[in-house]
């Protein structure tokens, strides 16, 4: 039977709707009709795809020697499986508690989760995506510990109580079969032994049972007689125990720093006491308490000394040392220091049998922020070089872009000037997590993800085909001076802390030119080059904005801009002399035309890869210090780079290193008062200090920065243990009280009133700065929106306003959000495609710059190039996100670019790259329309006709919410548009005609790094970042999630288990191998009985294990169980024709004796037989 689609039905209705929408201007023109819209509501659908990065906050781990997957469990209930580089999965548990002790079924394909409520589950890895067969939930006890032994189906339970429960992993049901701690421990103690902090079975004897109890003492159980054997007992807290092979040592770590060794037919004292990293007295007293020792493994080896691996333990003395990791092997001690505080260890071995040499070869130290696996075969225990991504969050991400079907040779080229950055030093052996195989999906095109960070830098990822790989690091704290002794702190105005922290990027994949902003006020360009180059002196521009509404600023005399020599000899790019504290004006009067940060004077080294073009730097003005950039766009066929913030716009020129145009956004909505054609400077010229200061505005902007760094910091700077909440002077301003000329008091008790007056008023006013954080701070509520709707016009988005800044005009408050270079028509009566520049404002208004250039070659080097306001496009409500142009056709027309060169090539090779420069759109008949400008802000989108500049489409995206980002994508052979509102809905739209094709309330803003990271990209992809050290990706694409299944890698592969130790002819004889034990009998239903009800809840899963089986994942999972179902068979059938061979044979010797009986006797009477 047709299942009913009722897409298709709202499909329809919005259709007209849209229809509706798009006729209610008299007059539109209908040329839009021609246009074949094929996306469709069933081409979309939205699910997670994978989790790339570090499990935040770890709490546990794993490891199955055979399949060789490691588990590592989160303090927010996460999983995460890794096997070889691309093997990797996520899974989460409903409940989100935090995961206390993970235990592979090796070679089994399933893992039990503890977590802290008390709960523990057991998860089928046999299928692509993990899920939870079983759940047990105790009710009356808090789980401490866990323990499965190897090829066992019975798991053992430790409880805050002391007692050990049982479950058959099969079932998930308790056994009636019960340690009671006070059966376990002496009669005679009269004290609680604490909760249960070990469970391990003797390795040559399953009967005998070793339970840890966290007062110090130990018991050897007898699980046939259900008694103690031995009670082991030292005057420390016990952290954790290992065992010798043999069975006949172990091994405990305590509390004080102290490893005790006791033999277990010798209960009364320990065999040896050592404390590793103590103090040893020459009294013969006993050594110093230390730092307890966490967890201790005792690993053996066939042919030499065994190895002992412990974390913590150090003296108390080493008061800021950082945690160490201790490897004892023979009469050697390592000492290992770790960048984080250790959480978790394992020793790697050869086998998993616990009765045989282990042969250790490896340990996996879980840190806090980073995972390390050591190389315990070579001298000096080296690392391994990490196969995973986990260096997402080596610097807090402060912006992620994403790029979805990018040229194909970027991802070689960055891959080849990043190899260049590798670490050496690493083992040469290969990496030892290695289980699981890749995904066999289709998808091949090649994806990049840029992500810029705290410290300055950014970095270049290859995500093609579901994976993630690092493949070029770019540090662009190196253009500018350091900070040479820890007392001497850079000169940052802004901020105090990462004055080199990424703000905003704008990358043109084609040319590989990428510009970046930084929160400093600073925007640096670069070149791609394979060729390494030194720079003498670093090209640089300094900029004067400033919020003055009726000032128009031109590289005329009196202009903003300061040559490009070298930054000795120009008076603005000196080092500037030590300035006062914040908001105070020094001797000299108030700081102008000196920029954050300095650039470095010395040569500049730079390696292949990305090299600088040209720095420019806002300057301060009259005391006040610059804005943050809000938005920037870069141009490589104009050679132009525009940035803006809440005074206006700045255009550069970066190929003559000249300032074109520095304009207030008041200038570019009315230019009828600047009709002056702005030209680029044939000279350079300094920059004029006789502009009046503007207190009353700038002393509201100034401190907008901190505290929007503040909030951003809160969200992802968890890992670097900043203290988001403190208000204390690092929100700094350096302007003076608003309202008043003379300079501010810097008197250590009026500071902090002074402080706090700045940032409550400028709280006020943050709705009206850059959209970036305009967004993080807004707080919409609807009551706000209808109050809004009602008293403004349809067309514009009223933000509320303050009684302190009533005396700003509207036009002064007006950010700039987004930015567009294209060709298209400036003005109503264009008929013929011009270079022009798109400009979208925090208030919902589009305008138009027109730009003139000239001829390339040399004279794109000597002549000036021409720039035109032309006034305001169309109003929208809410600040501008996107913008974008079609064709007639519909078709999007990415802004032109000019092909990649290496720029230290030689000029011939330059000359024929540049000669491939793409043709230019054609031009429009007369009055006809042939471009659609698509516009979105955070409430509406439009598209309007292009040249005559008619609304077409109008559809209003939210209304009780507003939008955090929004892409026109590529998607199935056609273009819409993706948003993501703050609401937690994603949507998309289809273009022309702006019908919505999905809606799904998908994740809810409940962190300001969600709405920093989000971004779509091409082809039904997006992603954001979901914690601060992981990369969550997702498809809105139905063709993706139908074949997710084969893309998705398999954790699970056919193993054979190797063959248990061959106990020997002596030992067999005489009884001194391994004791085995029927665990059936001692624990199931017949032997122990029935355990209370009350006791634990069993809550089955999704489905049983043959159901999960028969519903496990994908083709390339069902071919795979079929060659092994086939295999099978064909042993059987192998096996069965062996037998039918044999039966032959001996019914043949069977008729021969029988024959030769039959003519023995055959003519002999009865009695002379």
Known sequence: ????????????????????????????????????????????????????????????????????????????????????????????HESGSAVIQLQFLINEGALVSALADDSIHLWNLRQKIPAILHSLKFNRERITYCHLPFQSKWLYIGTERGNIHIVNVESFTLSGYVIMWNKAIELSTKTHPGPVVHISDNPMDEGKLLIGFECGVVVLWDLKCKKADYRYTYDEAIHSVAWHHEGKQFICSHSDGTLTTWNIRAPAKAAQIITPHGKQPKDGKKPEPCKPILKVEYKTTRAGDPFMVLSGGLSYDNVGRRACLTVMHGKSTAVLEMDYPIVDFLTLCETPYPNDFQEPYAVVVLLEKDLVVIDLGQIGYPIFESSYPLTVHESPVTCCEYFADCPAELIPALYSVGSRQKRQGYSKKEWPISGGNWGQGTQSYPEIIITGHADGSIKFWDASALMLQVLYKLKTAKVFERARGKDEKPNTDIVDEDPFAIQTLSWCPESRMLCVAGVSAHVIIYRFSKQEVTTEEVPLLEVRMQCELSDVDSPDPGGEQTPTLPPSSSPQESEPPPQPSAGSNSSDGPRDNIPCLQVRSSPLKQSPGYQVELVVQLVWVSGEPPQQISTLAINSSYGLVVFGNSNGLAVVDYLQKTLLLNMGTSELCSPSDAQKQLRSPRKARQPSGDIPPVASCMSRLSSLYSESMKKLRSSHLTLCESNDGSNTSEDRCKSPTSGSTSPCNSDDERKPKFMEKVKFKSRRFSRTVASDFAKMSRKISSSVEQKAEQDGKDNSFTRSRSSSVTSIDRESREAISSFLFCESFPRKADTLLSPCLLVGTTQGSVMTVALSLPPGGDQRLQQPIGIASCGTLVQLKGGILTMALLDAAGTLLPPSYEPWYDPNASDEEKEKVRRRRPASPPSSQEGQDCQF???????????????SQTCLHKHNITETSFVLRVDVVLMGGANCIACFCANGHIMTLSLPSLRPLLDVNYLPLTDMRIARTFCFSNLGQALYLTSPAEIQRITYSQETCDNLQEMLS?????????????????????????????????????????????????????????????AASGVVGELARARIALDERGQKLGELDERTAAMMASADSFSKHAHDMMLKYKDKKWYQL
């Open 1 to 92: 039977m047709k299942k009913f689609n009722i897409r298709k039905v709202l499909d329809g209705l919005t259709a007209a709707s849209s229809s509706s929408s798009a006729t209610a201007s008299p007059g539109a023109p209908r040329e839009n009709d021609a246009v074949q819209e094929t996306l469709q509501s069933e081409h979309f659908q939205l699910c997670k795809t994978v989790r790339h990065g570090f499990p935040y906050q770890p709490s546990s781990m794993a490891f199955d020697p055979v399949q060789k997957i490691l588990a590592i469990g989160t303090q927010t209930g996460a999983l995460r499986l890794f096997g070889r580089a691309g093997v990797e999965c996520y899974c989460q």
């Open 933 to 947: 400008a698509v516009l979105c802000s955070e409430k509406q989108a439009k598209v309007v006709a292009m040249p």
């Open 1050 to 1110: 398999e954790l699970f592969t056919p193993v054979e288990t190797p063959e248990a130790p061959n106990r020997g002819f002596f030992k067999g004889l005489f009884g001194g191998g391994a004791q085995s034990l029927d665990r059936e009998d001692l624990f199931g239903e017949t032997g122990a009985g029935k355990a209370s009800r009350s006791l634990a809840q069993h809550i089955p899963g999704p489905g049983g294990m043959e159901g999960m089986k028969g």
